[in-house]
């Protein structure tokens, strides 16, 4: 009998394999603790292909090695951040595994053979390598052996156990290249914008922001690029009007709704004359009908990323924790290895079985035996989505549950998605009936279709998808009739809205920006830094830091936030890991190419300065005198409608509110003149558009104020500020009137058009219109911000 040392990644996968492998086993299994106290040693016997073998069971937690610097380069301030794409880097273990360490290298010493349980993708071939060095270097003559598993089932771990193979090198070096790569690019960057940045300007995303880290990742700003680059169109989108005719047709049957089929105009006077056309011929022939049998087909077999994009569409999930709750059901044995980019089941896998495990869900159970029943013709082996991993199959259950006790909703909702939609891969797709109905009104066509849902088939367990059937009248070629409504109606374009997860996920996958396995974590790093922000419909904000830092870059010319440079490295990574390129090769091209990016950023840094100018204030910790002065943004500009509105200081101390898109646009708020300080806050007013519009932080000179009012305020210089407006009314503003004259106690001046308003007692004088209302009616003719 020969001992052999089993190291799988985790304590609880350790445990499930010892349980699975002992079972039957004549004494048992025996548990011991390690040296680390998380990471027990379980002990059983067993036959491996006729040889009996002594098992000792064990794990790590993760990596057990960690790259980084020599000491000497690992102080931010201990060299230029451009030595960083050279400096020597070691792999090591770090103390907080030292005892697990150890605990390897006791057992690895009285062990003839060393069995690698390591998850089987990438990273794990990694982890499995660092294992390999500290067992190696304890016991020279170890027999090194890895089993591939997807599944923590019986089925499939006593089949890895007898059908050893040997560890991938190539998959190891690729993880190896993505370490070095990242740690080079991450430290320099992160290190060149904190220290050029941090100090200068006070960044509200922070508590302590002498301890802020404006962190820089090569999947992560691009992640963060798809977040702004969406943002921005949505910015710069004017509305355009256009108009459409529409039609419609009420019969006995129903009534049938026509759209044009030039679907719309931009041009007015183009869509009249084509609207009268049809008003003065509007008898309806119908040119065409056209019926067709249509199928929807069921979704191809799970991959990681569609399980995290669909468990964001169906139940607003966070892709973070998407992933952590099919870990734990995999860990727990009821799902396949949920990271995969498998789509595509391979003709070994078993899908009767699956399905068989499923019959007796008190809800799915009964479409798991139609399936299984050959009379309804409803099994369809599935199709592919065309990736294959060569690591795993797609995510699919390996276990029946009706529902454990000690599961949360999110377990339940998850185990329910890969389950129906494992069931729905197999089935049928569903089949209606469609009817397509073109007429013809005065030489201009419409159509109208409607569809009838003849058999379900998978849409019967996926309850996720739908098909939606609609009724038109029944309508035979050269029928005519009169509409019953033909109307022109009018309409302007939208911007599309904010990313979603699920969209983002998309883009990320597309782009090839990280894994199956680390998306998640990209997008879990840009919230956690305060770049981004997440609402409850799983949409995605740039912040104003996430904002500032990809204008710097892009201002630069380097498209350092695109996903361009990533996804080459990202490409040449797969290479390395397929054989096809050497890992030295990949590290030293794309390692040439961003220290030449990081030399170019750094010469153009003023461009990351006048970004941040844009979105923050200066500290005071910052003694430099640059050119550019740090404005405080208040609301976008209603007038020119381009540019931002910001705080600002004139030299005789008053406060105003104007537009950065002077002097071509000369949008003004003057604030009240006994306004002592003034700033910005956080808040963002509730009504007034466009916005958003901050709230300022008013304090107000105690002797010019009347009775009744605070010294303190927060206000709102948007409109609905009832105080602000009455503190004008009776103080007037800080402005001066042209000519440098400033204005008497009763005068107040509103800029941004050319009317002077001047106050008399309760009757205002509007010199531009030479005509006089009463205080109501020029507030509200004309509201005190837009004059």
């Given amino acids: 009998m020969i001992n052999v040392l089993n190291v799988a990644e985790k304590p609880s996968v350790a445990k499930s394999v010892a349980t699975i492998l002992s079972r039957n086993q004549q004494h048992g299994m025996r548990v011991r603790d390690g040296r680390s106290r998380y990471n027990k040693i379980f002990e059983f016997n067993y036959v491996i292909n006729g040889q009996p073998c002594h098992m000792l069971m064990t794990s790590v937690t993760g990596h057990l090695m960690e790259l980084d610097f020599e000491d000497r380069f690992r102080k931010w301030h201990s060299c230029d951040p451009a030595d960083l794409y050279h400096a020597p880097v070691r792999k090591y273990v770090p103390e907080d595994k030292i005892d697990i360490k150890r605990t390897l290298e006791e057992e690895a010493r009285r062990?003839?053979?060393?069995?690698?349980?390591?998850?089987?993708?990438?990273?794990?071939?990694?982890?499995?390598?660092?294992?390999?060095?500290?067992?190696?270097?304890?016991?020279?003559?170890?027999?090194?052996?890895?089993?591939?598993?997807?599944?923590?089932?019986?089925?499939?771990?006593h089949e890895a156990a007898q059908n050893l193979i040997s560890p991938n090198q190539c998959f190891s070096d690729a993880v190896d290249a993505r370490q070095e790569i990242d740690l080079r690019i991450g430290a320099s960057f992160t290190r060149f914008q904190t220290m050029l940045l941090r100090d200068k300007f006070v960044i509200d995303s922070a508590q302590d922001d002498r301890n802020l880290v404006l962190s820089y990742g090569p999947c992560q700003f691009p992640t963060l690029g798809f977040i702004v680059e969406r943002y921005w169109e949505i910015q710069s989108h004017e509305p355009e009007e256009f108009w459409t005719i529409n039609c419609s047709h009420k019969s006995d049957e129903g009534i049938a709704n026509f759209s044009w089929m030039r679907g719309h105009l931009f041009d007015y006077t183009?869509?009249?004359?084509?609207?009268?056309?049809?008003?003065?011929?509007?008898?309806?022939?119908?040119?065409?009908?056209?019926?067709?049998?249509?199928?929807?087909?069921?979704?191809?077999?799970?991959?990681?990323?569609?399980?995290?994009?669909?468990?964001?569409?169906?139940?607003?999930?966070?892709?973070?924790?998407?992933?952590?709750?099919?870990?734990?059901?995999?860990?727990?044995?009821?799902?396949?290895?949920?990271?995969?980019?498998?789509?595509?089941?391979?003709?070994?896998?078993?899908?009767?079985?699956?399905?068989?495990?499923?019959?007796?869900?008190?809800?799915?159970?009964?479409?798991?035996?139609?399936?299984?029943?050959?009379?309804?013709?409803?099994?369809?082996?599935?199709?592919?989505?065309?990736?294959?991993?060569?690591?795993?199959?797609?995510?699919?259950?390996?276990?029946?549950s009706a529902g454990e006790s000690a599961w949360s909703l999110d377990h339940h909702r998850v185990y329910e998605l890969v389950v129906r939609h494992f069931l729905a891969c197999v089935s049928q797709p569903a089949i209606g009936a469609e009817t397509i109905v073109e007429i013809d009104i005065a030489g201009e066509q419409f159509s109208a279709s409607g569809r009838v849902i003849l058999v379900k088939n998978y849409l019967d367990v996926y309850r996720f998808e739908s098909w939606g059937s609609s009724m038109i009248p029944?309508?035979?070629?050269?029928?005519?009739?009169?509409?019953?409504?033909?109307?022109?109606?009018?309409?302007?374009?939208?911007?599309?809205?904010?990313?979603?997860?699920?969209?983002?996920?998309?883009?990320?996958?597309?782009?090839?920006?990280?894994?199956?396995?680390?998306?998640?974590?990209?997008?879990?790093?840009?919230?956690?830094?305060?770049?981004?922000?997440?609402?409850?419909?799983?949409?995605?904000?740039?912040?104003?830091?996430?904002?500032?830092?990809?204008?710097?870059?892009?201002?630069?010319?380097?498209?350092?936030?695109?996903?361009?440079?990533?996804?080459?490295?990202?490409?040449?990574?797969?290479?390395?890991?397929?054989?096809?390129?050497?890992?030295?090769?990949?590290?030293?091209?794309?390692?040439?190419?961003?220290?030449?990016?990081?030399?170019?950023?750094r010469v153009n840094k003023v461009k990351l300065l006048e970004a941040m100018a844009i979105f923050f204030g200066r500290s005071d910790r910052y003694g430099g005198n640059d050119h550019h002065v740090a404005a405080e943004i208040v609301r976008p500009c209603g007038l020119c409608q381009e540019s931002n509105m910001v705080?600002?200081?004139?030299?005789?101390?008053?406060?105003?509110?104007?537009?950065?898109?002077?002097?071509?646009?000369?949008?003004?708020?003057?604030?009240?003149?006994?306004?002592?300080?003034?700033?910005?806050?956080?808040?963002?007013?509730?009504?007034?558009?466009?916005?958003?519009v901050y709230l300022i932080q008013f304090k107000f000179r105690q002797l010019e104020i009347p009775p009744g009012f605070n010294v303190n305020h927060l206000g709102c210089i948007g409109g609905c500020d009832e105080t602000l407006r009455q503190l004008i009314e009776i103080c007037g503003t800080g402005s001066r009137v042209q000519g440098n004259k400033v204005p008497s106690q009763n005068c107040a001046v509103a800029r941004g058009g050319s009317l002077v308003i001047e106050r008399s007692c309760s009757i205002y004088i509007c010199r531009s219109f030479n005509s006089k209302v009463t205080m109501f009616g020029i507030k509200k003719l004309f509201p005190w911000h837009r004059l």
């Avoid at 509110?657 to 003057?670: E, K, S």
């Fill in 270 to 400: 183009s869509a009249v004359i084509l609207y009268e056309m049809c008003v003065q011929e509007p008898t309806a022939t119908v040119m065409k009908v056209h019926q067709q049998e249509k199928r929807k087909y069921p979704p191809h077999p799970l991959s990681t990323i569609e399980l995290e994009k669909r468990a964001s569409r169906y139940f607003r999930m966070s892709s973070e924790l998407t992933m952590k709750v099919a870990e734990d059901l995999y860990q727990a044995g009821f799902i396949s290895y949920p990271r995969t980019e498998t789509d595509g089941f391979s003709s070994r896998t078993d899908l009767h079985t699956i399905v068989r495990e499923q019959q007796e869900h008190p809800v799915w159970g009964s479409y798991a035996q139609r399936l299984l029943d050959p009379g309804t013709e409803l099994w369809r082996n599935p199709g592919s989505g065309g990736h294959d991993d060569k690591a795993h199959p797609p995510i699919h259950p390996t276990k029946f």
């Fill in 647 to 692: 705080l600002r200081r004139s030299r005789d101390g008053n406060f105003m509110v104007g537009c950065l898109g002077f002097p071509q646009c000369r949008n003004a708020i003057w604030l009240p003149g006994p306004v002592l300080e003034a700033t910005v806050s956080t808040n963002i007013c509730n009504c007034c558009t466009p916005g958003p």
């Fill in 474 to 601: 029944t309508y035979v070629q050269g029928q005519r009739f009169l509409p019953t409504t033909l109307a022109l109606d009018s309409g302007v374009t939208r911007p599309p809205p904010l990313l979603s997860e699920a969209d983002l996920l998309s883009c990320m996958d597309k782009a090839g920006i990280g894994t199956d396995a680390t998306m998640h974590d990209h997008i879990k790093k840009l919230l956690d830094r305060f770049y981004a922000t997440k609402d409850t419909n799983t949409r995605f904000s740039p912040t104003n830091l996430g904002e500032a830092l990809v204008m710097g870059y892009d201002d630069m010319g380097y498209e350092l936030w695109k996903p361009n440079l990533r996804s080459m490295m990202e490409f040449d990574m797969k290479q390395v890991s397929m054989g096809c390129k050497r890992k030295a090769e990949v590290l030293d091209t794309c390692l040439q190419q961003m220290k030449a990016c990081f030399l170019d950023a």
């Fill in 111 to 157: 062990c003839q053979w060393l069995i690698l349980w390591l998850d089987c993708d990438r990273e794990g071939e990694n982890i499995a390598f660092e294992v390999m060095d500290v067992c190696g270097a304890a016991n020279h003559n170890l027999t090194i052996w890895r089993a591939r598993f997807s599944a923590l089932i019986d089925r499939e771990i």
